[in-house]
């Protein structure tokens, strides 16, 4: 059985959550691998409806969950998440924790709004829940895993260096109060009491499943245009969202991934600062965000929507290596009487076919438009390819074709059925 990864192929809030709940019917294994609670996976089906943002979306099926070494875990959020769930009959007991996952510390928290704060009118537009400084500290050598919480000892000698280091930069940098190492200790030991049964050193058990050849899903979180290297940089998450981030951030190595699936929206959307060539500012763009309801599901802010930005799409592509496609929310378009995709953006008067790194330059980029027409007709019942109306396919072809990878998936709604399988993905 293969290992297949479910990766966001634009700016995140692609559907992630939905494809993996439905993958995870027949895997063995899901493992989230990157980002954190900043992440925001809309589940539904026949328990109902769930926002998950630590736990992976597998979690209704039988598989084991695994939250990666790759992820930053904010312990109150991630027990909370699992009361939830369990007030709601969700049986949590098969959720592993990588002693690995560095945590989100209540400085994290702090210092994520204070440094934001700083940046004033180049505020990057984060979720605030601490990421980009948790993320930091681990490339810094000052972070605290998931492990460290299994020895209160060693725990504690490792917060107080740290902490010692932290309240200098909180109150001689921003000038705000210290935090108190025994306030922080005692609540992280009490988090680490109710955790520990789900911290394991997770290698064995990947290596186990491989070795039986399991189902096993690489759930992502947030999308490919947020990466640190790849995505509009510095206004990006900090963690990898990409194929290779996946073997990162759960422990598999590349030559073990089987399927590579990019999750792409039909068109786009962006929350958060940055730039985003596509972007409507006109009453189209407004028209998606209603419809769609295209707010979003951690911070709540209204996103940012555009036309489908294929240059960005290929790019994506690329770097991921997409063996296939899954488009979703098709049915949103239903209303539309044209679409426009992005085929090659005007940049200093010359047309170019890439993505450029600078800001700078692709703040300057105009779209260039292929304009294709709509379909105007309800799309949300159908289950079969062929039945959509032949401008919908001829839409989806052409997002194949720039895309350059195939759909094996179109969703035409939120729930589970709502769904149209175009190409086996296994
Ligand atoms: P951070 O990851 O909270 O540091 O936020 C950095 C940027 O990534 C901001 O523009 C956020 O809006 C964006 N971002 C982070 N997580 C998500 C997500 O799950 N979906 C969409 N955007 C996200």
């Known amino acids: 059985m293969p290992v297949i990864a479910v990766l966001g192929a634009q700016w995140g809030d692609e559907g992630k959550g939905k494809v993996v709940d439905q993958l995870a019917a027949e895997a063995r294994m899901v493992i989230r691998f990157s980002g954190g609670d900043n992440a925001g996976h809309t589940v539904i089906n026949a328990h109902g409806e769930f926002k998950l943002h630590l736990v992976p979306s597998g979690i209704f099926s039988q598989a084991t969950c695994l939250i990666g070494n790759g992820v930053v875990i904010n312990p109150a959020r991630l027990i909370e998440e699992v009361d939830q769930l369990n007030k709601r009959g969700i049986d949590t007991s098969r959720l592993v924790i990588s002693d690995r996952a560095h945590l989100v510390m209540p400085y994290h928290l702090l210092l994520d709004g204070l440094e934001e704060e700083s940046r ?42 740290v ?60 999308g490919a245009l947020l990466d640190p290297d790849f995505g509009t940089y510095p206004y990006t998450t900090s963690s990898s969202p990409l194929s290779g ?66 240059v960005a799409a290929a790019f994506s592509s690329q ?51 292929e304009e294709l027409p709509g379909w105007q007709t309800e799309t949300s019942h159908i289950r079969e390819f062929a039945r959509l109306p032949a401008e919908a396919r001829r839409y989806v072809n052409r997002l194949e074709e720039l895309s350059g990878c195939p759909a094996n998936i179109i969703c035409v709604g939120p729930s589970r059925e709502q769904t149209i399988q175009v190409r086996p993905v296994i």
């Open 163 to 222: 902490l010692d280091y932290k309240n200098t930069i909180l109150t001689r940098v921003y000038g705000v109060s210290p935090l108190s190492l025994e306030e922080i200790y005692g609540q992280y030991c009490q988090y680490g009491e109710r955790l520990a049964p789900h911290i394991k050193e997770t290698t064995t058990l990947i290596r186990e499943a491989l070795a039986r050849d399991d189902y096993i899903l690489l759930e992502g979180a947030q």
């Open 120 to 161: 004033a009118d180049r505020a990057i537009g984060t979720t605030k829940r601490g990421i980009g400084p948790a993320f930091t500290d681990k490339v810094a050598r000052m972070g605290i895993r998931a492990g460290d919480l299994l020895d209160q000892k060693a725990f504690r000698y490792r917060l107080q260096s």
């Open 245 to 310: 981030g996946a073997c990162l951030g759960a422990g598999i190595n590349p030559k073990q991934i089987d399927r590579i699936l990019g999750v792409f929206k039909a068109y786009c959307t962006r929350v958060g600062s940055g730039p985003m060539p596509t972007e409507l500012h006109d009453e189209v763009g407004q028209a998606i965000r209603e419809r769609a309801h295209e707010y979003g599901t951690t911070t709540g802010r209204p996103r940012r929507c555009g036309w489908f930005d294929a």
């Open 319 to 369: 770097i991921n290596g997409f063996t296939g496609m899954v488009i979703t929310r098709l049915d949103v378009l239903d209303t539309l009487p044209g679409l426009k995709i992005c085929t090659g953006y005007r940049l200093n008067g010359k047309t170019i076919d890439y993505f450029p790194a600078s800001i700078a330059d692709l703040e300057k980029c105009q779209p260039i438009y």
